[in-house]
C-alpha cells in the first residue's frame, strides 16, 4: 500500500466562500465515511465472518513465501510446492492447522532483507526463510513462535590455514565472512570479531571462500552442512559449531505487522510443538545436519 503524504493537498469546494465550518465538518465526516466504504479490500467480508481463509492477501489462497533460491534440509530441489524438505513441511504443516487445504497454499519468492524491511511492500501472508527472531524485526514484521533454534557454524577450506582449528579465539586474524542482516553476523561480530566481510546472499558468500577472498564463513549449522555437502564451497570442511550459539528466540514464520492470520498462524505453531510435530518434523529432515558436529573451544 502506498504512503499517504503527510502534506494534505488544497481541495476546492463548488461552495460559497460563506459555507459554515459545521456543514464542512459534516461533509468532511461524509466522505471519510464513503471513503471508508469504498476503500475496503476484497477480504472485508472474511473478516466479518471470521473465515480466516478469505483474510488473505488473495482470499482463498495462503501465499507463502520463501528465498530464491533455497537449499537443503529446508527445501529439497528448491521446490517448495513438494512439501519436501524441513521449512517446507513445516509451512504446510501450519498452513492445514489454519484451516487451509495443501491446494490452497501458494509459493512466491523474496530477497531476504526485503521481506523484513520496514515499510516494504508485502504482497504473500507469511514468509519462511530461516528468519531469526529478533526484537529490531518485530517492529515491522510479525513472527509466529518459533519452529527451530539453530547454532552457528564455522566452514573453512581443507586447505587453508584454519583447517585444523579447534578454537575460536584462534579465528580472530582470519578475514571472516558472513551474510549481512543475519543472526550469523550479529554472532561473529559480537564474539569473534567486529571486522567482518559481509554478503547479500549464501550463494556470495560460498563463492567468496572459495575463491579465497574470506578465510572463513560463519552460516547455521544445518546450511553449513548442506554448503559442504553439496559443494557450494569445493573441498570445504565444518571446523566446529560457535559455543553458545544456539539462537535461544529462534526462527518463526514473519507475516506483514498486524496481519489478521497472525493469530492463527501463532496458534497453528504452538499446536504443531505441542502435538509433537515439529519434533518429528525436525528428526525427519534435520538429524543428519546437527548431530556429530563438534563445538568449538573458546
Given at each position: 500500500?502506498?504512503?499517504?503524504?503527510?502534506?494534505?493537498?488544497?481541495?476546492?469546494?463548488?461552495?460559497?466562500?460563506?459555507?459554515?465550518?459545521?456543514?464542512?465538518?459534516?461533509?468532511?465526516?461524509?466522505?471519510?465515511?464513503?471513503?471508508?466504504?469504498?476503500?475496503?479490500?476484497?477480504?472485508?467480508?472474511?473478516?466479518?465472518?471470521?473465515?480466516?481463509?478469505?483474510?488473505?492477501?488473495?482470499?482463498?489462497?495462503?501465499?507463502?513465501?520463501?528465498?530464491?533460491?533455497?537449499?537443503?534440509?529446508?527445501?529439497?530441489?528448491?521446490?517448495?510446492?513438494?512439501?519436501?524438505?524441513?521449512?517446507?513441511?513445516?509451512?504446510?504443516?501450519?498452513?492445514?492447522?489454519?484451516?487451509?487445504?495443501?491446494?490452497?497454499?501458494?509459493?512466491?519468492?523474496?530477497?531476504?532483507?526485503?521481506?523484513?524491511?520496514?515499510?516494504?511492500?508485502?504482497?504473500?501472508?507469511?514468509?519462511?526463510?530461516?528468519?531469526?527472531?529478533?526484537?529490531?524485526?518485530?517492529?515491522?514484521?510479525?513472527?509466529?513462535?518459533?519452529?527451530?533454534?539453530?547454532?552457528?557454524?564455522?566452514?573453512?577450506?581443507?586447505?587453508?590455514?584454519?583447517?585444523?582449528?579447534?578454537?575460536?579465539?584462534?579465528?580472530?586474524?582470519?578475514?571472516?565472512?558472513?551474510?549481512?542482516?543475519?543472526?550469523?553476523?550479529?554472532?561473529?561480530?559480537?564474539?569473534?570479531?567486529?571486522?567482518?566481510?559481509?554478503?547479500?546472499?549464501?550463494?556470495?558468500?560460498?563463492?567468496?571462500?572459495?575463491?579465497?577472498?574470506?578465510?572463513?564463513?560463519?552460516?547455521?549449522?544445518?546450511?553449513?552442512?548442506?554448503?559442504?555437502?553439496?559443494?557450494?564451497?569445493?573441498?570445504?570442511?565444518?571446523?566446529?559449531?560457535?559455543?553458545?550459539?544456539?539462537?535461544?528466540?529462534?526462527?518463526?514464520?514473519?507475516?506483514?505487522?498486524?496481519?489478521?492470520?497472525?493469530?492463527?498462524?501463532?496458534?497453528?505453531?504452538d499446536a504443531l510443538?505441542?502435538?509433537?510435530?515439529i519434533q518429528k518434523?525436525?528428526?525427519?529432515?534435520?538429524?543428519?545436519?546437527?548431530?556429530?558436529?563438534?563445538?568449538?573451544?573458546?
Amino acid at each position: 500500500m502506498s504512503s499517504i503524504s503527510k502534506k494534505a493537498d488544497h481541495m476546492s469546494f463548488p461552495f460559497s466562500k460563506g459555507i459554515t465550518r459545521a456543514l464542512a465538518t459534516a461533509l468532511g465526516v461524509t466522505a471519510l465515511l464513503a471513503g471508508a466504504a469504498g476503500c475496503g479490500g476484497s477480504n472485508d467480508s472474511g473478516a466479518k465472518s471470521g473465515d480466516i481463509t478469505q483474510q488473505t492477501y488473495e482470499p482463498g489462497s495462503l501465499t507463502v513465501a520463501t528465498g530464491q533460491p533455497t537449499y537443503e534440509p529446508w527445501v529439497i530441489d528448491d521446490k517448495p510446492e513438494t512439501g519436501k524438505g524441513y521449512e517446507a513441511a513445516v509451512a504446510y504443516a501450519v498452513a492445514e492447522k489454519m484451516g487451509f487445504k495443501k491446494s490452497q497454499v501458494k509459493w512466491t519468492r523474496t530477497n531476504f532483507d526485503q521481506a523484513v524491511a520496514p515499510g516494504a511492500q508485502k504482497d504473500w501472508d507469511m514468509n519462511i526463510q530461516q528468519f531469526s527472531i529478533t526484537p529490531e524485526r518485530k517492529k515491522s514484521v510479525d513472527f509466529t513462535p518459533s519452529y527451530y533454534n539453530e547454532t552457528q557454524a564455522v566452514v573453512v577450506l581443507k586447505s587453508g590455514k584454519y583447517a585444523d582449528t579447534t578454537s575460536v579465539n584462534d579465528l580472530k586474524d582470519g578475514m571472516i565472512g558472513a551474510m549481512v542482516g543475519t543472526t550469523s553476523y550479529d554472532f561473529t561480530a559480537s564474539k569473534i570479531k567486529k571486522d567482518i566481510k559481509t554478503f547479500n546472499d549464501n550463494a556470495a558468500l560460498a563463492q567468496a571462500l572459495s575463491s579465497n577472498q574470506i578465510d572463513a564463513l560463519v552460516i547455521d549449522t544445518p546450511d553449513a552442512v548442506n554448503m559442504v555437502q553439496t559443494g557450494q564451497v569445493k573441498d570445504a570442511k565444518i571446523i566446529g559449531q560457535l559455543p553458545g550459539s544456539e539462537d535461544k528466540e529462534g526462527m518463526g514464520i514473519v507475516l506483514p505487522k498486524g496481519s489478521p492470520l497472525t493469530q492463527e498462524a501463532s496458534k497453528a505453531m504452538d499446536a504443531l510443538k505441542k502435538d509433537g510435530t515439529i519434533q518429528k518434523l525436525q528428526e525427519e529432515w534435520l538429524k543428519e545436519y546437527t548431530t556429530d558436529i563438534p563445538k568449538l573451544k573458546n
